[in-house]
């Protein structure tokens, strides 16, 4: 989370703020809605199931109550969302929203990526050529450079760990399936 808010906040440096504010507008108008019918989380898990939605688990309702998500994982849940709780605009500029937010996940997902290369290749020492541009849907001139890798606490976003050892005949949990867990 911490690295979309570096991509949102460069976003709105480079002029492209209207960029996140279609991606998190849903967010806000579903918090609005929420706190003016004052729904309690089983009113909103009722009146998301009053929809034609595909039923979800009770954690992916809580997420979307709680605004813990950037945004749902199907456009038709983000639709059936804006359907129940009569967000018209979003309705409206639904693929508007879907796609801002789209191009903001595939530039937090390029920059992690680059990251990596970079992190991979100090460990190995090797001259590899990383390139600054980012791709994206939206056409923007969007660069490596343009991040700082630390936060404000000066600690790296992105880490690259050496594997100096395996254990084998090791039984874990499914949680730690691609994990990084330290011993």
Not at 71 to 77: C, G, R, T, V
Not at 149 to 171: C, G, M, Q, R, W
Request: proline fraction near 2%; charge should be negative.
């Amino acid at each position: 989370m911490e690295i979309r808010t570096h991509v949102e906040r460069q976003l709105y440096d480079m002029g492209e703020a209207s960029i996140v504010v279609k991606a998190n507008k849903w967010k806000d108008l579903l918090q609005r809605e929420i706190d003016l019918r004052d729904h309690s989380f089983e009113d909103f898990v009722e009146q998301m199931n009053s929809t034609e939605i595909t039923p979800k688990n009770k954690s992916t309702y809580r997420d979307w109550y709680h605004g813990e998500v950037t945004m749902p994982k199907s456009k038709d849940s983000l639709y059936y969302i804006a359907d129940a709780y009569d967000l018209d605009e979003i309705k409206n500029q639904l693929d508007e929203c879907w796609n801002a937010n789209r191009t903001i996940r595939r530039v937090k997902s390029e920059l992690i990526d680059k990251w990596l290369d970079e992190a991979q290749e100090e460990l190995l020492s090797e001259d590899m050529e990383v390139e600054d541009l980012l791709r994206n849907d939206q056409g923007l001139d969007i660069r490596v450079s343009d991040f700082e890798k630390f936060d404000e606490d000066n600690e790296p976003l992105v880490l690259a760990h050496k594997v100096t050892s395996i254990e084998y005949d090791v039984t874990r949990s499914y949680s730690y399936l691609g994990r990084w867990r330290s011993t």
